[in-house]
T-cell receptor, first 111, second 117 residues
Framework: GDSVTQMEGPVTLSEEAFLTINCTYT??????LFWYVQYPGEGLQLLLK?????DKGSNKGFEATYRKETTSFHLEKGSVQVSDSAVYFC??????????FGTGTSLTVIP | GAVVSQHPSRVICKSGTSVKIECRSL??????MFWYRQFPKQSLMLMAT?????????EQGVEKDKFLINHASLTLSTLTVTSAHPEDSSFYIC?????????????FGPGTRLLVL
């Protein structure tokens, strides 16, 4: 079945450090891939998405490229800020209905 | 602004009572709504999918008699946790999918934190 495997956390970085959160997926069809962010006490917010191979999603300095050959969608940011502290979820959807989420990666950025 | 709202955002109740959680799509008509459950430090698990005017489809292991879902209109779905127990304490998140103009959209609500004492 469809699934997402995400790098386990927690991750602690200093401000302005480079961030990578790994995400790989298994899907029977041609999924769309997503990164969602959850700030403390809040629901999910879509951070970025990519709908086909080689697409790059980007938002707020975060990027992720849909790599079909490695079935990956790693999240990167060149310089993190304290305000980026949150839990990040990788997700896929093949039908546009059900989403399959990774277990989430908690990121803490310290000044 | 938020396009999917949930009410209440937090609820504390006694064991044995029933709790109703509302999910509303604000800027579009949601033909399909999804209910997820998130345990602390874990991912979201889909509980059920509901289409407007029809019965919800529950995921394996989810008790349909305990988690009653009503999708009576294109902008409102409700989840009722019947006879809640402490193990039902969790973060419940809805997601609404529908057309906004020509685009198909799907958004997540902010979640409802349920604590059963």
């Amino acid at each position: 079945g469809d699934s997402v495997t995400q790098m386990e956390g927690p991750v602690t970085l200093s401000e302005e450090a480079f961030l990578t959160i790994n995400c790989t997926y298994t899907a029977t069809g041609y999924p769309s891939l997503f990164w969602y962010v959850q700030y403390p006490g809040e629901g999910l917010q879509l951070l970025l998405k990519a709908t086909k191979a080689d697409d790059k999603g980007s938002n707020k300095g975060f990027e992720a490229t849909y790599r079909k050959e490695t079935t990956s969608f790693h999240l990167e940011k060149g310089s993190v800020q304290v305000s980026d502290s949150a839990v990040y979820f990788c997700a896929l959807s093949t039908t546009g209905n059900q989403f399959y989420f990774g277990t989430g990666t908690s990121l803490t950025v310290i000044p | 602004g938020a396009v999917v709202s949930q009410h209440p955002s937090r609820v504390i109740c006694k064991s044995g009572t029933s709790v109703k959680i509302e999910c509303r799509s604000l800027d579009f008509q949601a033909t399909t709504m999804f209910w997820y459950r998130q345990f602390p430090k874990q991912s979201l698990m889909l509980m059920a999918t509901s289409n407007e005017g029809s019965k919800a489809t529950y995921e394996q292991g989810v008790e349909k008699d305990k988690f009653l879902i009503n999708h009576a209109s294109l902008t409102l779905s409700t989840l009722t946790v019947t006879s809640a127990h402490p193990e039902d304490s969790s973060f419940y998140i809805c997601s609404a999918r529908g057309a906004s103009g020509r685009r198909e959209t799907q958004y997540f609500g902010p979640g409802t934190r349920l604590l059963v004492l």
